[in-house]
């Protein structure tokens, strides 16, 4: 994809340990401006993989909603949810519902789904009082510095996704599927390569084979691409983990990922993983009015834990269908 417009305007702030950063002078149409240098701004985005844009000055979900629209055009409706927000219009999303005090360590938007966002729209309305950072990591990056042994198993093998629906914990059937009916349900795992389970007490239980590396559809440039080490047993905090396992049985976790025949993962590997990404990570502390805009697929991004309130709105947009490691072909009722 190519852009046009004079992105040579619009001068970025680079700095090592924080995402590329431009400031603009507050203008009197968000939305308008957003709209008039959205070639400028893709084409930051394109170069660096995310871009802060600091002065829009978006304080109501409305606008943040206008202003998105004018970045990406048509916003995307998000399916496979692994946890409830609230939507504000369609498309426009609050942040993920998270305890305060536990980050939400990195990660790619829904890079277990089929279909997955290639553009990610962040706005912050409320800043909180500490912590909170939107952070991100370059995914090329990251892959390039696991070792060998690690990187090629994944890649090779690709990694699953297990979850259990419940009532009490994570995203429910309704939010999750954007329906409660059986029939729809399954026909929406049949058409996504997830296998599925009734469970006898009516509970859904599925699995999900995903690649773990992909290559950039605009680049071509080999990317660290998944949900492992975020949705596993072990970047739970320890009391949340045993309180799970206890209630639920090591099988029932609402989610957990493991190889992609199926082996369970090393706590040392999610460790590394993780250990890995935090060498990787830049961050900047939000201020209310900010706008983030990241490269889905090329970077990945996190949520630290906080203090405050704070109030950030998301939006996905540009989907992308990837190729799937070893899919699981049409789900089966078992």
């Not at 084979?209 to 998944?226: E, L, M």
Request: net charge negative.
């Amino acid at each position: 994809m190519s852009f046009s417009s004079p992105a040579s305007l619009l001068e970025v702030e680079l700095e090592p340990d924080r995402p590329p950063v431009l400031h603009v002078d507050p203008p009197e149409d968000a939305p308008r401006w957003a709209a008039e240098h959205r070639e400028g701004l893709r084409a930051r985005v394109a170069e660096h993989g995310a871009l802060l844009i600091r002065g829009l000055e978006v304080r109501e979900p409305a606008s943040a909603g206008a202003v998105f629209a004018g970045l990406a055009g048509g916003l995307m409706t998000e399916r496979e949810a692994f946890a409830p927000r609230q939507r504000y219009s369609p498309g426009l999303y609050a942040s993920t519902t998270w305890p305060a005090n536990q980050p939400m360590c990195m990660h790619h938007e829904l890079s277990y789904a089929v279909e997955v966002p290639g553009l990610m729209l962040f706005a912050c309305l409320t800043a909180p009082a500490e912590g909170g950072a939107t952070a991100v990591a370059d995914a090329e990056r990251v892959l390039q510095a696991l070792p060998a042994a690690v990187g090629e198993r994944f890649e090779r093998e690709g990694w699953m996704l297990t979850r259990s629906y419940n009532d009490e914990i994570g995203a429910s059937l309704e939010e999750s599927f954007g329906t409660a009916d059986r029939a729809a349900v399954e026909r929406y795992c049949r058409a996504n390569a997830i296998e599925f389970t009734w469970q006898p007490d009516g509970s859904l239980h599925t699995r999900q084979r995903r690649s773990a590396v992909v290559r950039h559809p605009v680049t071509g440039r080999r990317c660290w691409f998944n949900q492992i080490a975020f949705l596993n047993e072990w970047t739970l905090a320890p009391e949340v983990r045993e309180y799970l396992v206890d209630v639920y049985g090591e099988e029932g976790l609402p989610f957990n990922t493991r190889y992609g025949d199926g082996s369970p993962i090393g706590e040392d590997v999610v460790q590394l993983l993780n250990a890995t990404y935090e060498e990787h990570t830049r961050r900047e502390p939000w201020q209310a009015g900010d706008v983030l805009l990241v490269d889905n697929i090329r970077t990945a991004h996190s949520r630290e834990a906080f203090t405050g309130e704070r109030q950030v709105v998301v939006a996905m947009a540009e989907p992308q269908r990837l190729p799937e490691s070893r899919p699981a072909g049409e789900g089966s009722r078992r």
